[in-house]
Antibody, heavy 120, light 110 residues
């Protein structure tokens, strides 16, 4: 059974850098095709894909946020870390990490999400 | 503004059949990339409902089905139940090497 759990601060100030950690179990990054993505959802709004890292350490970013995003993985700790710099109130929302076994198969397991509020 | 277009809302009575459309373009759905559908119950994380246009993960009732044609895809729910009331999102891949979601559709079961 695949499980993922996001962790990080619930409140950040404008201009600060957000660092979120996704801790997972039930799969290995050494498995061909595996990827972990980050998706966010502003309150009452739609899902927005942010970034994905795969088993070969290939990294992809949303073009609109690529200058602010960094995704890394620590396979030995079963963790994926996302940083988003220069936070703004519009970045407020729930941040999810999710697993895919092949980039073309969709995200078949999701974390519960972690809420982030950007406010001074 | 989401890359994939969905109707903001649909509704139906228990037992009825509804469909939710998802329209993309030649860079995503029209390029042959698969469409996936997610169900998001209030206050919960999305759950994969349909993958690869038409496939149901284990445990998803066969009341849910997906189809794809050209630059669009559809999710159909038959025998509508009160517990189907949720937000539904389509998702695909884009030639610009990114994953894209629809704007979501709120299903109300009357």
């Amino acid at each position: 059974q695949i499980t993922l759990k996001e962790s990080g601060p619930t409140l950040v100030k404008p201009t600060q850098t957000l660092t979120l950690t996704c801790t997972f179990s039930g799969f290995l990054f050494s498995t061909s095709g595996v990827g972990v993505g980050w998706i966010r959802q502003p309150p009452g709004k739609a899902l927005e894909w942010l970034a994905l890292i795969d088993w070969e350490d290939d990294k992809r970013y949303s073009p609109s946020l690529s200058h602010r995003l960094t995704i890394t993985k620590d396979a030995s700790k079963n963790q994926v870390v996302l940083t988003l710099s220069n936070m703004d109130p519009v970045d407020t929302g729930t941040y999810f990490c999710a697993h895919t076994d092949r980039w073309y198969n969709g995200f078949d397991a999701w974390g519960q999400g972690t809420p982030v509020t950007v406010s001074s | 503004q989401s890359v994939l277009t969905q109707p903001p809302s649909v509704s139906g009575a228990p037992g009825q059949r509804i469909t939710i459309s998802c329209t993309g373009n030649s860079s995503n759905i029209g390029a042959g990339y698969d469409v996936h559908w997610y169900q998001q119950l209030p206050g919960t994380a999305p759950k994969l409902l349909i993958y690869g246009n038409t496939n149901r993960p284990s445990g998803v009732p066969d009341r849910f089905s997906g189809s794809q044609s050209g630059t669009s895809a559809s999710l159909a729910i038959t025998g509508l139940q009160v517990e189907d009331e949720a937000d539904y999102y389509c998702q695909s891949y884009d030639r610009s090497l990114i994953w894209v979601f629809g704007g979501g559709t709120k299903l109300t079961v009357l």
